[in-house]
């Protein structure tokens, strides 16, 4: 069975400041991995997405993520954070096979200092 | 606005009800999946459909029920209800029987049990 794991409950970064948002996934196979965020009271907006090739992969709103398979991980980054970027972000891994679900992380809150 | 509609956003109920909880898929997409969210237990996965058909269940308790019509639209049926069930339920949908292009997921129905 896969699972994920975001190590950073919290995370606070200044506005301007770069971002990076760790997870790392367990998965016999091969996995589609996912970044999604939640804005208070909103529902899950997908960010991004890995199925294969290129290990850096771009999103939206200025969100990239890379693949290490060595590492197990899909950390997602950013740059330079904007207010509007506070919101709690999971990660999720899938997979192929028919009836497969996605399985989240227990997401990472983060708060954007002035 | 994601696609996918759920319908009510709130619902208040006391304890030993029954409620029933809508979604309405993004045009074309066949899969239905529920989660519930909740603050000890993360993102779960309750249940899918495909074109009408139970394709995977997750921890969904016995109490919790639902099914997907042929226009699509489907209802999660919680009863007996008790005050750990309060959470916010997620529907979420996908042209594919399986989680490789991701989910769409709609904004959430928020039960409070009282």
């Known amino acids: 069975a896969q699972s994920v794991t975001q190590p950073d409950i919290h995370i606070t970064v200044s506005e301007g400041a770069s971002l990076e948002l760790r997870c790392n996934y367990s998965?016999?196979?091969?996995?589609?991995l996912f970044w999604y965020v939640q804005s208070p009271g909103q529902g899950l907006q997908l960010l991004l997405k890995?199925?294969?090739?290129?290990?850096l992969v771009q999103g939206i709103k200025g969100f990239e993520a890379e693949f290490k398979r060595s590492q197990s991980s899909f950390n997602l980054r950013k740059p330079s954070v904007h207010w509007s970027d506070a919101a709690e972000y999971f990660c999720?891994?899938?997979?192929?096979?028919?009836?497969?679900?996605?399985?989240f992380g227990g997401g990472t809150r983060l708060m954007v200092k002035p | 606005d994601s696609g996918v509609t759920q319908t009510p956003k709130h619902l208040i109920t006391a304890t030993g009800q029954r409620v029933t909880l809508r979604c309405s898929p993004r045009?074309?997409?066949?899969?239905v999946y529920w989660y519930q969210q909740s603050l000890d237990q993360g993102l779960q996965f309750l249940i899918q459909?495909?074109?009408?058909?139970?394709?995977a269940k997750g921890n969904i308790l016995e109490r919790f029920s639902a099914q997907q019509f042929p226009d699509l639209h489907s209802e999660l049926n919680l009863s007996s209800l008790e005050l750990g069930d309060s959470a916010l339920y997620f529907c979420?949908?996908?042209?594919?029987?399986?989680?490789?292009?991701?989910?769409?997921f709609g904004s959430g129905t928020r039960l409070t049990v009282v």
């Open positions: 045009s074309g997409d066949l899969s």
């Open positions: 459909y495909y074109n009408g058909e139970e394709r």
């Open positions: 999720a891994v899938g997979a192929s096979n028919a009836g497969n679900m996605l399985t």
């Open positions: 890995y199925f294969s090739g290129d290990t």
């Open positions: 979420a949908s996908s042209a594919l029987d399986s989680s490789p292009y991701g989910y769409t």
């Open positions: 998965y016999g196979a091969t996995p589609y």
